[in-house]
């Protein structure tokens, strides 16, 4: 290619010293027969070429080739450019004429592009081809055309679910299509019939491809498919069916009826307004009223004076009873006030620090999430349980002690901490817990910010707090929420919940590369006034490198919608929220409780997600058959629980310790295969191969957890030594491969209950003193002498560095008392494994010797 354009050139400096009478005579300077050359009349010998066809973008379907077509006038010469590649001579294809109406020479040029020239650098670019043309005065260049292979998935991202609807109610069905280059069409249809919204304007598809009924019409009851297709292919979603009901309503009264002898009129209606039908309800409702009359027939007249009397009478007797107790309910609610919380005894810790024995895991027995185990020494035996809440204000009398054994004593020394408090008494009052989750869950559903929650009692704690704090826990889930001391003004009680949503009752808007990376969890109720921050704790499913993802934290507003309301990494200190992500968990300060939930966008393809593999089969199996269901989901604990628990309805069996793979946002689907089974005794019946989960029914995180299942055949019911390899991998990524060696008729001693449930044996709910390690006096001390700054850095700040919190030092360091946010995140952090006496080593570390006050005689206090 160089020499063609060095010799035109040439050609070009010599044009100027030919006569006119070459114009037509036909030369070629290259002395190449492939060089696309001509002469062009010497009138527009200084003419620019222009275009007269340019390339078009074009797809390439299954293995058919492409053709690229570009026409150009005047040229002497024109090639293609493919990804900034001269395409070679001999693959041009070219014919030139003369256009009849002006003489120009006319020049067309074709090639064709194949699938492998495309795949080359799939991945790395786009492929595209650009045209250009010469002529004695210059060149131009054509626009670019793109050329892409054409592809449809087969499996649909989001399906149309069934639906019961009310008469004239608005519908809508969701569909989002498969992955498609170039971008599927959606089209609906009702009973294979195709859904015209232009005859029909009673119908409407939405630009996201979702289909409205905007007043449900009997007759649209049916079942509906959402229809995806592009030039490759046509898919079909599976049918949801419609169901159009009809609830009963009445219809008008009839007169009333004339006065009887038993001095009663009646009327009666009916429910024909509409009748009910299709399912539906049934009018709800007397059909029949009667009314106390008097006529000729009926003699009655009007009471006599002494029945006027006794009603008199017993109206009386029953507003002085009402008056009695009105007053006795003020007398009750004013002796209860009466014990302000601001009030004070002489003792200031409650009975929260009482020892309790915590169930240790069973030796032998596998820990479900051993990194997250209790961590037990020897005085573990001292751990707090609740207390008695039956009284709101409780006292302690006595030795004030964590609630750990303060077996290591420390001496102490005089200093600020070991000041007396300020004379007067000190009563802590405690908040109360509910008892029925029925009737909480009952009241709490009249409320309007409840609608969207969810109703699952197992998986809701809730809680009646007051100044002094507490802390929620939902068991086996890693989530808590931890409410610190002065979080709730003094003087106010509230009744606080705490739940983990189901992620396919709250849709998230993803868009792109996001994902879901932890629960969607609430806290509330929404909207109370909060002194302090509280702490809410969940898991999170990402590889915790924040050089891979923006993350961030997403709140639900009143609307039901989703906003944005932090950036992992972008903080102020005068935000309402602050994350800290650890490796596994995320801990959330927030000043407003509400629904919440992490958010990933992958910044490139090293992006990962950790997912947690759990293998299960039968626990009995009597046929030839035997089945191993493999379980892939998100890497936190809530989801765990629940396939743990959906198992163990099922009797399943748990046949290997669960494992960690990191998926990766390589647009690759998860591929599972079982190798290795001694053939003489086992054999597969799964057709292909391999079993494949597509990638983004894992990436968007919007099913909680997805299985396969491998169905064996064992060729004698004799044999019951299963040996085998299972291999998980990402397509074009790596994989991983796990033994299996199993006797599938002897009973497994790992039950599923009791291995799963010896992971958080903690009560639900605490309340007061009792949630939380540090005493509440000795947490006042510690912030009083840390709080204020030391010139030698024996501060808050140096608490921040020996606990490996100096990253949020900026956070601490805008709040009112940052020793007191720093202990509230300890406390956060380590309420199942953390000891006490490891911060009192801190504390002396850092030269406050005097802030070890685990034993404290009564005249201190």
Known sequence: MPLLVDSFVRCRLGAKLLVLWLSFAGVTCTGSEHAATATQPAAFSDLLPHFLVEPEDEFIVKNKPVMLTCRSTPATQIYFK????????????????????????????????????????????????????????????????????????????????????????????????????????VEWQRNEAMIDPQSDPNFFITADHNLVIKK????????????????????????????????????????????????????????????????????????????????????????????????????????????????????????????????????????????????????????????????HSKNSHLLTIQPDLTTTTTSYQGTLRSRHDATGKFSMTNGPLLDPLPKGSHTLHNGKLNSDPADFVSRLSTQSYFKTLSRDVANTSYGTFNFLGGRLTIPNTGISLLIPPEAIPRGKIYEIYLTVQKKEDLRLPLAGCQTLLSPVVSCGPPGVVLSRPVILSMDHCSDACLDNWAVRLKKQTYEGAWEDVLLMGEELASDPYYCQLEAETCQLFSEQLGTFALVGESLHMGAAKRLRLVLFSDAYCSTLEYNVRVYCMDDTQDVFKEVMEMERQLGGRLIDEPHILLFKDSYHNLRLSIHDMPQAHWRSKLLAGYQEIPFYHIWNGSQRYLHCTFTLERLSLGTCELTCQLCVWQVEGEGQSFSLDFNIAKQDTRAVDSEFLLMDTNATALAGPSAFQIPYLIRQKICSSLDAPCPNGADWRMLAQRLKLERHMGFFASKASPTSAILDLWEAQHFHSGNINQLAAVMADIGKQEAMIFLVSDGEC
């Open 216 to 375: 449900a019409r009997l007759a649209d009851t049916g079942n509906y498919t959402c229809v995806a297709k592009n030039i490759v292919a046509r898919r079909k979603s599976n049918s949801a069916t419609v169901l159009i009901y009809v609830d009963g309503g009445w219809s008008e009264w009839s007169k009333w009826s004339p006065c009887g002898a038993d001095c009663a009129m009646w009327r009666s209606r009916e429910c024909t307004q509409p009748s009910p039908g299709t399912g539906g309800k049934d009018c709800q409702g007397l059909d029949l009223q009667s009314l106390n009359c008097t006529s000729e027939q009926c003699p009655q007249t009007v009471s006599r004076a002494e029945d006027v009397a006794l009603y008199v009478g017993m109206v009386a007797v029953a507003l002085c009873l009402t008056l009695l107790l009105i007053i006795v309910v003020l007398v009750y609610r004013r002796k209860k006030g009466g014990l302000d919380a601001d009030v004070a005894d002489s003792s200031i810790l409650t009975t929260g620090f009482q020892p309790m024995g915590i169930k240790p895991s069973k030796p032998g027995v596998w820990a479900p999430r051993p990194r997250r185990a209790l961590t």
């Open 82 to 185: 493919c990804n900034g590649e001269w395409v070679h001579q001999d693959d041009h294809l070219i014919v030139r004429t003369v256009d009849p109406a002006t003489a120009l020479p006319v020049m067309e040029v074709t090639i064709e592009i194949t699938r492998q020239q495309v795949e080359k650098i799939f991945g790395l670019d786009e492929y595209w081809c650009q045209c250009v043309a010469w002529s004695t005065t210059g060149t131009q260049k054509s626009q670019k055309a793109f050329i892409r292979i054409a592809y449809l998935r087969k499996n649909f991202e989001e399906e149309p679910q069934a639906k019961e609807v009310a008469l004239e109610q608005e519908v809508s069905l969701r569909c989002h299509p498969p992955e498609g280059v170039p971008e599927p069409e």
